[in-house]
T-cell receptor, first 115, second 113 residues
């Protein structure tokens, strides 16, 4: 069955330090992977996606994510965290061989950046 | 460029009252449209999606219904709200391509009292 896991309910990072938000997935075929960010009382904003090609993809606001096929992971990273990065982050996947177009969502990880 | 509008931003309704939330998309044609609910500020639950006018698929049986009277308009309704209908409702649109992300509105915070 298709699934996405975000193993950390919350991640705390000091401002200026690197951050990682973890995501692992399970699909029957090859995945299309997405990261979104949600600020309080707002909709989700698309950050970046992996479709094919280079395993390191760059996105909005200085975020990047690394696709690792052997570990079935797609961790979100940023070299230097800002307080304004504090938000809820969602990982999502589509199986390109699946008949269901729908996105499978992780449960979300709350990122807190402390000054 | 494409934009998505969702209103109202907040809504407080008594139990048993009707509901109508509206979502419209601009700058694209024949989008896939979605209604999600987010409870307790976390996980997303897909409620309905539509691939065309009058075509509605329900993911979860519940007290809610959806309609798509026009290509870029998606409406979420209820005849009688329950306390459990409280939550954050998000509308989204997509192109229908597997490699394309969904784009979300700013959501409606519904509180049923």
């Amino acid at each position: 069955a298709q699934s996405v896991a975000q193993p950390e309910d919350q991640v705390n990072v000091a401002e200026g330090n690197p951050l990682t938000v973890k995501c692992t997935y399970s699909v029957s075929g090859n995945p299309y992977l997405f990261w979104y960010v949600q600020y309080p009382n707002r909709g989700l904003q698309f950050l970046l996606k992996y479709i094919t090609g280079d395993n390191l993809v760059k996105g909005s606001y200085g975020f990047e994510a690394e696709f690792n096929k052997s570990q079935t992971s797609f961790h979100l990273k940023k070299p230097s965290a800002l307080v304004s990065d504090s938000a809820l982050y969602f990982c999502a996947v589509r199986d390109i061989l699946g008949s269901n177009y729908q996105l499978i969502w992780g449960a979300g990880t709350k990122l807190i950046i402390k000054p | 460029s494409q934009t998505i509008h969702q209103w109202p931003a907040t809504l407080v309704q008594p139990v048993g009252s009707p509901l109508s939330l509206e979502c419209t998309v601009e700058g694209t044609s024949n989008p896939n449209l979605y209604w999600y609910r987010q409870a307790a500020g976390r996980g997303l639950q897909l409620l309905f999606y539509s691939v065309g006018i009058g075509q509605i698929s329900s993911e979860v049986p519940q007290n809610l219904s959806a309609s798509r009277p026009q290509d870029r308009q998606f409406i979420l309704s209820s005849k009688k709200l329950l306390l459990s209908d409280s939550g954050f409702y998000l509308c989204a649109w997509g192109t229908g391509n597997y490699n394309s992300p969904l784009h979300f509105g700013n959501g409606t915070r519904l509180t049923v009292t």
